[in-house]
């Protein structure tokens, strides 16, 4: 196989912009764009006009193209509740996925989905394209190379998230238990979730606080402060709004050796002259004394191909050369632990241990599902499996 035949699944917000960077733009040599694929008929309608000097297959129905022959992937970017079901059925055909973020909205989904990818032997990756900057690329080098010592903090403030009451109301399914499946933590913040996870581990224990409906007219979390502690006794502190304008986003790793800073499109890392697991200060003439700190700023030249594109074409040379994913299967399941074990803290004002009792968690959404607002029509329940 030279090149992977991909097909894209939803032609919105995320389809729409990585299909112009795959067929209009080519940033991704190894991937061949053969099928469209959108339910709703002007969006298709859309996709039909903007590529119809293309041979392009486009269809109204998702396993329809499945079973085209059209295709040996997918790239599925549909409301989240229908990823893990979408992705299952691909895998059952034998084709590769490329999931947009979040990896589903429960973890129970997502593990079985985990399952049934391992089973098919296909490759599955998760597009979490922060993972591509380069800032977070050199952060993961430091922390990897084990130099500065074990982590002592961590601390995100990401409130640059500001979404305006337009926004909750652009789509029948947004803001809503039943059609999205919660707020800012599954929908925007995904990628720090993920970023915190990957540079970090996994902490043993969350306890979270979630503001319901604090800054818009929503039936999900706009507001949330969490609490991390990891397995060697450090802290951490995760925080996040869509109702907070300007904002900050701002990720401060402390460790043995001193900290490593990412702001303002920024890496900072400042290294202390002494490891602070030996340090004293008995040596010092001062009580107060600090040790002395050397500051290193990194600058990056900005990604010409968008991370999508450098995220799909990892993907297809997985598939053709069996060469690493950049993000697979168990990142997107510990993501959604993360934003999973935040809800459920929340929602039982407790400390989470992970792993978590997921069964518990899937109870307490079904329950806010029911009672969301969420319509297919006036007066009729939408069933939140099948928004697709």
């Known amino acids: 196989m030279d090149k992977v035949r991909l097909g894209i699944i939803g032609y919105g917000a995320m389809g729409k912009p990585v299909a112009k960077w795959l067929i209009t733009e080519k940033q991704s ?12 008929a002007k969006a298709l309608d859309s996709a039909k006009e903007t590529y119809k000097d293309t041979a392009i297959k486009f269809f109204a129905d998702a396993e329809e193209m499945m079973d085209s022959g059209e295709i040996d992937a997918v ?3 549909v409301p989240h509740y229908d990823h893990p079901v979408l992705a299952t059925k691909a895998f059952k055909r034998g084709l590769h996925v490329m ?3 979040p990896a589903g909205v429960y973890t129970k989904a997502v593990r079985e989905m985990n399952a049934e990818a391992e089973k098919a032997g ?5 597009m979490f394209q922060s993972r591509t900057s380069p800032l977070y690329q050199k952060a993961k080098e430091i922390l990897s190379s084990g130099k500065m ?6 601390n995100w403030l990401i409130t640059t998230w500001f979404r305006s009451q337009k926004y909750y109301d652009s789509g029948a399914w947004r803001a809503t238990w039943a059609g999205e499946g919660g707020g800012v933590l599954l929908n925007q ?5 993920d970023l915190l996870q990957w540079l970090c581990g996994m902490p043993e224990e969350i306890y979270a606080k979630c503001s319901v409906a604090q800054w818009h007219d929503v039936e999900i979390e706009d507001d949330v402060v969490a609490t991390l502690k990891y397995k060697n006794g450090a802290m951490g502190s995760f925080i996040t709004s869509t109702g907070i304008n300007p904002g900050t986003n701002r990720l401060e790793i402390a460790l043995d050796k001193g900290c490593i800073i990412i702001e303002n499109g920024k890496l900072t890392v400042k290294e202390l002259n002494v490891d602070l697991s030996t340090y004293t200060g008995k040596e010092e003439s001062y009580l107060f004394a600090n040790p002395k700190v050397t500051t290193i700023n990194y600058e990056f030249p900005e990604n010409k191909t968008a991370g999508h594109a450098l995220m799909l074409s990892a993907f297809a040379s997985a598939i053709i050369r069996g060469t690493d994913l950049i993000a697979g299967a168990q990142d997107g399941l510990n993501e959604l632990t993360l934003s999973n074990a935040m809800y459920l803290s929340a929602w039982t004002d407790s400390t989470i241990k992970l792993p978590m009792d997921e069964d518990l968690f899937y109870e307490k959404l079904k329950a806010l599902q029911a009672t969301s607002k969420h319509k297919v029509a006036e007066g009729e329940a939408i069933d939140a499996s099948s928004i697709f």
């Open 149 to 154: 010592g074990q982590i002592r903090s961590v």
């Open 75 to 77: 790239y599925i970017a």
């Open 29 to 40: 040599p190894e991937i061949d764009v053969t099928a469209i694929c959108d339910f709703d």
């Open 122 to 126: 296909v490759k599955f990756g998760m």
């Open 99 to 101: 999931l947009e973020k």
């Open 189 to 193: 913040c995904p990628h720090q979730l």
